[in-house]
């Protein structure tokens, strides 16, 4: 079978405004279990906790969904309040994709989440960013909890060669 890598092995790359515990490759690896581990938290008191994940300049994608995990085990730090974006430009602006508001889908039964992301218009994104609100966990603290994270939608590879045309005439 195919050998699954983990997405910065292909040059996604992660990273937050916050302290970091863990290693930005449990934020994006599809291993999942309580050492897997990758938390952030707002330097500043009353400031929102961002994750940033890009993706290599060659690659862009058009989402559809998006899925992320807590962690294996039984500490609740669970994402209550956050919304998640994603740029066009480098990050230089962002557009809202989606917006969580007392979201309980996940909790200590339920670890992973997954959500629809509705784009008026199809749009290829390089770069998307979860943000934390302030205290917008179970424990109303500005520590945020992902791993695994995963968008879906429509994948544009630029490395991949474009079908050739055949020339008329041949």
């Keep these: 079978g195919a050998r699954k890598t983990n997405p910065l092995e292909a040059g ?6 916050g302290k970091i515990t863990g290693s930005a490759i449990s934020a994006v690896d599809r291993k999942f279990s309580d050492r897997q581990l990758y938390y952030s938290e707002s330097r500043k008191e009353g400031e929102p ?4 994940f890009t993706l290599p300049a060659t690659t862009t994608i058009s989402p559809t969904s998006y899925t992320f995990s807590h962690r294996y085990g039984d500490i609740d730090y669970y994402p209550r309040a956050w919304r998640i ?4 430009d480098g990050g230089r602006t962002w557009d809202l994709l989606r917006t969580h508001t007392d979201d309980m889908t996940i909790n200590k039964e339920r670890k992973t989440g997954h959500w629809d992301i509705d784009l008026p218009l199809p749009r290829q994104y390089g770069q998307f960013r979860l943000t934390l609100d302030p205290n917008g966990n179970t424990r109303k603290t500005n520590s945020f909890v992902v791993s695994c994270f995963e968008v879906y939608g429509h994948l544009i590879d630029k490395r991949k060669p474009e079908p050739e045309k055949k020339k008329k005439g041949n």
Excluded: D, F, G
Excluded at 12 to 17: A, D, L
Excluded at 85 to 88: L, R
């Design 12 to 17: 996604v790359t992660v990273t937050t405004n």
């Design 49 to 52: 906790t961002w994750i940033k």
């Design 85 to 88: 974006e994603a740029s066009a």
